[in-house]
């Protein structure tokens, strides 16, 4: 089976590493898994994004909740947009500064695809 490459944008990366242990494991299974085709039971499309195919894959524990916002729709990768611990008290809504950062990675997203090709 061929994996499709897996791309950071922005912080991302970093901001992953900075999860608790057992988040970070079951984030990594979740974005292999992308990799590989398919989905994780932990993940669901993030609305407001038209065709992009954004991803969410969520995670709780004693520490809270932490979600991963990856795209599947740019060609054979996958460009993870945003890691981020959830700290609204707005229910399970997303909260617009999140969605706003995550539109802007996706946007930084569709420039480094198109770098890529073009080199």
């Not at 970070?24 to 499309?45: D, E, F, I, P, V």
Request: net charge positive; hydrophobic share 40%.
């Amino acid at each position: 089976m061929k994996l499709k490459c897996l791309i950071w944008v922005g912080s991302s990366k970093g901001d992953l590493l900075k999860f608790p242990e057992e988040v970070r494991r079951c984030m990594g299974y979740g974005l292999y898994l992308a990799q590989a085709g398919m989905r994780s039971l932990h993940s669901k499309m993030l609305k407001g994004f038209g065709g992009a195919n954004v991803i969410e894959i969520k995670e709780n524990n004693e520490s809270g909740t932490f979600r991963v916002v990856y795209t599947i729709k740019i060609a054979e990768f996958i460009f993870v947009l945003h890691a981020f611990q959830k700290k609204s008290k707005q229910g399970i809504k997303t909260p617009k500064q999140e969605i706003d950062l995550v539109k802007k990675r996706l946007k930084d997203a569709k420039k480094i695809y198109k770098d890529l090709i073009y080199e």
